[in-house]
Structures are given as structure tokens and as C-alpha cells.
């Protein structure tokens, strides 16, 4: 009997449920697995995330140098990566340094001082004051507080042993991601290869077709909003450089980060507007010039991102809806950590995709082999 309660699509018959609650048991026990192996999994997965990144170039490598192999255009593709980490690195520190020598005597400023700013309640300023402490932050940002870390770690040889052994691991995770990131670099063609011959052949149509989904997300999340969030918080770093607001470069790539989810960057303005309060505390600027000047800075950036780098990029692809992002990323961050956070995207899709072709049966004929 058909309880499917319309006309052409399967019944539910036992045999149907069975592989079903098979299905959702097998997937249970793999989140179990996921959740039991995540320590170990982890580097794997951030090499494979890294390596996934790093594939147009190592293409476009191959393409200029003409090299069939794909060892010398791996190398080149690390050493370009390398290279670029290194000089922001060497740009990025000092200006950090200075920077957050300069917040900490101004948060000192804002918390010792009365200032009045024309059209904002004084009601502001002490809620500030009560709820937010300007006095520890500015200890954490001064060097006397990581001196008198540095002392207190020392001194307890327990915790200066577990700090050392903690650091060791570290550096031996790092270690082994590298390794992890060359390998899968190398063999890159040939694992995706390997992925695809082990489904079975009748069930190549459907696999591959999810497959597809999830390869078309991960080109739109991972690939393509990760160069528009990058580009973004480049503008923003430079629009807040221009304006000479403080700790601007750091504000805009945080901004850049956020824009990993489209349109989470708004929830930045508050730290944006309690930047221009403590500056305007501190320097003779008006609040209001540098507020405005901020805001502008936040609407030339976003006519950017949706006029030109969102079209440019991401093209008339419709992706995830931003909701579904972050609440994926809510769900799996809060149950698998910080990979949860990697393969959030990815299981959401495959939920998805799965959802789409055994309950609502929306791709109908469209299941076939990828060209």
C-alpha cells in the first residue's frame, strides 16, 4: 500500500523504512566516531581544507610552467603561500605592537576621564564604564601583563612543564599538518579519483549527484566567499587606516573574518562605534566626524561586495541561504568544535542533497553521471 500520500513517488514499504532508520543509525554512529576521533581528525582536516584552498594555484602553476607533474608546481604553490605569509607577517607585527601600545593608553584615558559627546547620553558612557573593564583590558594589551605571565609560568615548575609539553604538541600538530598538506597536495588528482571509484556502480548516479551539490557549495563558500571576505577586510583595513581609526587594520580583517558569513559583519558596529567613543575620549576628533566617516567606510565597502566582487565571483550561483550557514555553523561548532566548523558546511549540504532526492524527490531526471 502506497502511504506515501501521492501518486508516483515510492511507498514507504518495511524493506524502505529499514534502510532508513539504517541510514540514520549509520550516521549517528559516525558523528559518535567524528566526536570520539576529533583530536586526531583535526589536522587532517585543516591539511585538507589548506589543500582545497591551495588547488587553483597549484593548477595555475602547472599551466604557466607547462610541468605535467605535479611536484615542482606543489612547491611553488608553498613557497608563494609561504612567502606572502611571511611579508604580512612582517608588515602586520609591528603595526600590532604599536597599535595596541597606543589602545592601551587610550582604554587608561577613557576610564579616568568624564567626556561628553554632543547628542549621546551621558546614560552611555556609564553603562560602558559599569559593565566593561577598560582597566583589565588595557592590562592585557600593556607588555607588564605578559612579563608578569611569562614570571608567574616560570615560577610554578608544574605549569612551566605543562606549557612546555603543551607547546611541544603544538608545534608537533603544525608539523604534522604540513606533511598532511604536501601528501594530499601531491596525490590531490588522485585521492578525488580514488573518492569516486569506491561508490558502487549503482549508486554512482546519486552519489555523484550529491557529490556535485557539495563540490558547488564548497566552491562557493570555501573558495569564493573566502576571496570576497578577504578583499573585504582589505578595504575595510585600508578605509579605516584612512580615517585614523584606531586599531583600524586589526578591526577590518576581523570584519573580513566575519564576512565568512555573508552579511555578519554588521555585528561589528558596535565595536566599530566604541572605537570612535575611547578615540574621541583620548584625541581632540569629533565623535560624530569619525562615526560618519566609519559608516561611510561600511557602505562603500558592502556597494563593493554587491555590485562588483559578489557578481565578479560567485557569479549568479545561489549558495546557502546565509541563515542556513550559520546556524550549520552553530550546530556542528557546538557539537564537534573546531571541526565541527570545517565540515559544517560540507554535512549540511549532503543532509540536504539527501533530503532533496529521497523525501521531496526534487531532482527527478536530473540524476546523471558528472561530464
Request: charged content about 15%; some cysteine; hydrophobic content about 55%.
Amino acid at each position: 500500500m502506497d502511504i506515501s500520500g501521492s501518486p508516483g513517488r515510492r511507498p514507504y514499504t518495511f524493506d524502505r523504512v529499514v534502510r532508513i532508520s539504517f541510514t540514520v543509525i549509520l550516521l549517528i554512529g559516525i558523528l559518535f566516531l567524528l566526536e570520539v576521533l576529533k583530536g586526531v581528525l583535526l589536522p587532517f582536516l585543516v591539511a585538507c581544507l589548506i589543500a582545497y584552498m591551495l588547488e587553483p594555484v597549484v593548477r595555475w602553476n602547472m599551466k604557466v610552467t607547462k610541468f605535467k607533474t605535479r611536484f615542482v608546481p606543489v612547491l611553488m604553490t608553498l613557497f608563494e603561500a609561504s612567502v606572502i605569509a611571511a611579508v604580512f607577517c612582517i608588515i602586520f607585527i609591528p603595526y600590532l605592537v604599536s597599535e595596541t601600545h597606543e589602545m592601551t593608553q587610550m582604554l587608561r584615558h577613557y576610564a579616568s576621564t568624564k567626556i561628553q559627546i554632543p547628542y549621546l547620553s551621558d546614560n552611555i558612557h556609564s553603562f560602558l564604564r559599569d559593565n566593561i573593564d577598560f582597566d583589565r583590558i588595557s592590562r592585557l594589551l600593556s607588555k607588564e601583563e605578559w612579563k608578569d605571565l611569562i614570571k608567574s609560568t616560570i615560577s610554578s615548575s608544574w605549569s612551566f612543564l605543562s606549557s612546555g609539553f603543551a607547546f611541544i604538541f603544538g608545534v608537533l600538530s603544525w608539523l604534522i599538518v604540513v606533511l598532511y598538506v604536501i601528501f594530499i597536495m601531491l596525490d590531490y588528482e588522485k585521492i578525488m579519483l580514488g573518492f569516486r571509484q569506491l561508490v558502487p556502480m549503482g549508486h554512482r548516479k546519486w552519489a555523484y549527484q550529491i557529490g556535485n551539490d557539495i563540490k558547488n557549495a564548497m566552491n562557493r563558500y570555501f573558495r569564493g566567499q573566502f576571496l570576497i571576505a578577504l578583499i573585504v577586510g582589505i578595504l575595510f583595513a585600508i578605509g579605516f587606516m584612512i580615517i585614523g581609526l584606531p586599531m583600524g587594520i586589526v578591526l577590518g580583517l576581523f570584519i573580513g573574518i566575519l564576512n565568512m558569513v555573508p552579511y555578519l559583519q554588521l555585528i561589528s558596529l558596535p565595536v566599530t562605534t566604541l572605537l570612535c567613543i575611547v578615540c574621541t575620549a583620548s584625541t581632540e576628533v569629533d565623535f560624530w566626524v569619525i562615526f560618519w566617516e566609519s559608516m561611510a567606510v561600511y557602505v562603500i565597502v558592502q556597494c563593493i561586495q554587491d555590485l562588483i566582487l559578489t557578481p565578479k565571483i560567485m557569479g549568479k550561483a545561489m549558495g546557502l541561504n546565509p541563515a542556513i550557514i550559520l546556524l550549520s555553523l552553530s550546530i556542528w561548532g557546538s557539537l564537534l568544535g573546531f571541526m565541527g566548523l570545517i565540515i559544517a558546511l560540507p554535512l549540511t549540504t549532503l543532509l540536504l542533497s539527501y533530503y532533496d532526492i529521497y523525501v521531496v524527490q526534487r531532482y527527478g531526471n536530473r540524476l546523471s553521471d558528472p561530464d
